[in-house]
Each structure stands twice: as C-alpha cells, then as structure tokens.
C-alpha cells in the first residue's frame, strides 16, 4: 500500500491534439496520473501513445488544450512550469563546444547561476556519476554511457524536485543500458526526488519504478496501473526475483491487449 | 617511410609540387618561345621585379592590405550583427532577408565607381567596395549557422528556465560559429578581389593602381609581381581566419577523432 504523500505532480484530464498533414490527431484523450513527493512513476506504452508530448507539457513546453496540470497541488500554466523539472531525453543533447562538467553545469546556468560556480558544483560531482578524470574532455571523447551520464548529472544537478526521463537509456547498447539502470537505482536511493519515467523497455519500468502506468495507443489513456512489489533500494539480483517476473508478465500482459509488442 | 607518413605529408607535399612544375613550365616555355618581357615575363623576371621594385610593392601591398582589413572588419561586424538581428526578428527577416539576397545580383565592382564620384580617390570608397562584398557571406553563414542549431538542445534549455537571451548565448551563438568562421574565410579571400576592384577604378596607391600603371608603362613583371604579392595576401589572410578559429573552437579538432 502506498502511503499518503503530498503529490509533485497531478494531472487530470490532459487533453492535446496536434496537425499533421492537414488532420487534427489526438494524442493525449483525457489522461490523468499523479506522481507523489520521491515516488518513481514509470509510463510504459505503444509508440504513439503520446508519452512524449506528455513530458513535454510536464516540463512547460508545451501547453495542454485542455485539462489541468497541478504542481505541489497549484494549478498551472506552460510559462509557469518552464524551470519547475528537470528534463532528459533519449539523446544526450551534450553540446560540443563544452566539456563534461561545462555540459553538466549547464542546467545551472540555465536558471541563472554564473558559470564559474555552476562548473565547481558540477565538479565536486563528477565522481559519483563515474565522470572522475573527464571533466575537461569533450563530448566527442566520451563513450555513449559516459555521455549519458554527463547527460544525467546536467539533469540532477539543479536539485529539482520533479525529473522527467524520456527513455534516457533507449540508445545505448543492451550492457550499458542495464549498467546505467543498477545505477540510476542506487542514485535516486540518495537523492529522493519525483520521477516520472517515459520507457518502451518493461523491465527498466520495474526494476526503476514504484508504480508503472500503462497507456493506451493513440489517443493516450491510462489503460491499467501496477504498484511494483519488488523492495527498495533495488539490486540487480532482482530481476530474477519471482516478483520481478510476475510483475513484468502482468505489465507485458496487458501491453499485449493493447496490440502491442514492445521488448 | 611507411605509407602513413607518405599520406601525412601528401597534404602539403602535393601542391607545393604541382606549383613547382607549373613555374618550371612556365619558365621553360618562355624561354623556349622567346616571348617578349612586356607580353609574358618568366618568374624569374617576376622574381627580379618583386627584389628590385619591393619598395615601390610594398608600401602599395600595405595600402591594399589595410583596405582589406578595414573592409574585412567592418563585413563581419555589419554581417554577424544583421545575421543576427534578421534571426530574431521574424519581422526583419520578412523585410530584410529577400533584399539581402537580392542585393547579391547587384555586381558591386559595379558600383565602385558610384562611389568614386560620390567618396573621391581615398581609402573610403574602396574600403566600401571591400566590405559591401565581404558581407554576404557572413551575413548568409550567421543566419544559417543561428537557424541549424538544434531544437531540441533550445527546448532543454527553456524547460530548465533559461531566457531567451540565454538559450541565444549558451546555445545558439555557439552553435553558430563554425558557420560563422565558414563565412569569414570566404569573406576574407574576396575582399581582396574588391579592394583591388576599388582600386582599379581609381586611386592614387594600392597594388591594384600599381598594377594598372604597370601595363601602361609595359612593365608587366611588375603587374605580375603585384598579382603573386595579393594571392600572398589572400593565402595568409584566408590562413588566419583559419588559426583565430582554431583558438575560438578548440573541441573542433576533437570531433573529427574516432570515438572510443
């Protein structure tokens, strides 16, 4: 059983459309979820389930047309989200002409911090993210995991409350991936915050996740919810665990009545 | 020597020898046809002009080259300047970008000597002719360089917070800049062509006046040897663009190392 906890995120019947090619498509049909004060939310759905555009108005980009999204419980605006999450998409985004702890502290400096001290934060940092040694090497020097990393600790590091993951291990090769997993497990055991975690990989959602939400293909629905049983903090070992198995077969289950396979 | 070594020095080992062979040519064809030295001097007559006559080349060569740097100067600043305002301005793009673009089919060598009436023989009019043809490529290189960077980087710096003036200084100007530099190389080695355009048309110094004076005077090696002296120019110019690049982008260099 969940206990009561404030949520970090609440939206409530989230609708958005989007053109293309002349035709009016919905890509979010009156979707709500909650994610509560350091719970780990996991979206698992069909490509086109519109989990991207949902981040995306999560983050401020993007304004719903209709519906509510509540942050700490306030309703509010697209402007006003912009700065509220942390945001990390499948591709690293690093930019070229900085390095490691340029890219890291640019989340920093983005909300207005001098570089110079962004840097030394991000700095003091780069060992617990497996970066010790590269903080002046540039993207193009790193191995995909390490610039995944980079990409990860330029997301941790202004501390926000909410995170907002869309499929941050989805490019990397199947090692690194479960490397980075085991990993990013034991780093949100020190840091806490809301996550809410887009994926199209089953097993990242339980073995990462508190809950795990299931939505429908296009338009977006939440079409079922499970409370992942496995224990906190999570290991690897886990994922031999019956329970790990169970809860994969009954996500990959109802995935399965969506017409879907995902991997 | 192993073959990595030969394909090392190939990069500057090959056209440095295929102008040895064309002067060589050059030389054994002029004295082989016995052509006159008013209609086409060997490069060792060239080579005679540019020792005998350097103070008469010289103090030209640095009128030019100071025109050109004037010109060139004042191509970037106006060039990157209105680059940037037309890409943040939707507004001035829809009113100034189709007249820059359709500025280009106006010949500004053209107009120099417009400019000659209206500036006199000074160094304004041709410092004029240099930057007016300087600037396209900048200005056309800024836009584009600000137009590629990348949506996704701006979106993840909004959703962080960032201004507008922010995400243009931690993210689109930077991206701009190896088009930028792109530009200024470009614009660096036509600059020359358009001070000497200028001067041409008339001045009172300058390796191109000298060089009109040359042909009057049939002293051809000497119009020769202010043709060598301005690809000179144009060469270390277009060289130095190309080392102050180096210096603003030094992860350049990294990206073209295989990744581990």
Sequence with gaps: ?263 | MNLARVQRHAAWVSPLLLIAAIVGGWEAAVRVSGAPLWLLPAPSDVWRSLVEDRDILLPNALVTFSEVLIGFACAVVAGVGLGIAVYRSPTLNRALYPIIIASQTIPIPALAPLLLVAFGYGLGPKVIVTALVGFFPVVVNTFEGLRSTDRDVVNLLRSFGASRAKVFRLAEFPSSLPSIFAGARIAVAICVIGAVFGELVGARAGLGYLMIRAIAQFETPRMVAAIVLLSLMSTGLFAAVGLVERAFLPWRKYTTMTRA
């Excluded at chain 1, 949100?188 to 508190?210: G, N, P």
């Design chain 1, 1 to 263: 059983m969940r206990p009561a906890r404030a949520s970090r995120l609440k939206l409530e019947e989230i609708v958005s459309t989007y053109e293309e090619g002349g035709q009016r498509l919905t890509a979010l049909d009156g979707l709500s979820l909650t994610v509560d004060e350091a719970e780990f939310v996991a979206l698992v759905g069909p490509s086109g389930s519109g989990k991207s555009t949902l981040l995306d108005i999560v983050a401020g980009l993007f304004s719903q047309e209709s519906g509510t999204v509540r942050l700490d419980g306030e309703p509010t605006t697209a402007a006003q989200r912009l700065g509220q999450s942390a945001y990390m998409q499948q591709r690293d985004l690093l930019l070229p002409w900085r390095t490691t702890t340029g890219n890291a502290a640019l989340g920093l400096e983005a909300a207005g911090m001098a570089r110079a001290d962004a840097e030394q934060r991000a700095a003091t940092e780069l060992w617990r993210f497996g970066l010790d040694g590269f903080g002046n090497a540039y993207p193009s020097q790193l191995s995909g995991g390490m610039r995944q990393r980079a990409a990860l600790l330029r997301t941790i590091l202004p501390r926000k409350e909410l995170v907002l993951f869309d499929e941050p291990f989805g490019a990397l090769d199947a090692l690194t991936r479960s490397d980075l997993q085991a990993w990013l497990a034991g780093l949100w055991e020190q840091e806490r915050s809301s996550v809410l975690l887009v994926t199209h990989d089953v097993e990242e959602a339980v073995f990462l996740a508190d809950r795990v939400i299931v939505l429908t293909p296009r338009p977006g629905r939440v079409a079922f919810e499970l409370a992942v049983s496995l224990p906190r903090p999570r290991t690897r070992a886990m994922i031999a665990s019956p329970e790990f198995i169970r809860d994969r077969a009954i996500l990959l289950q109802a995935l399965g009545f969506l017409g879907d396979s995902p991997r």
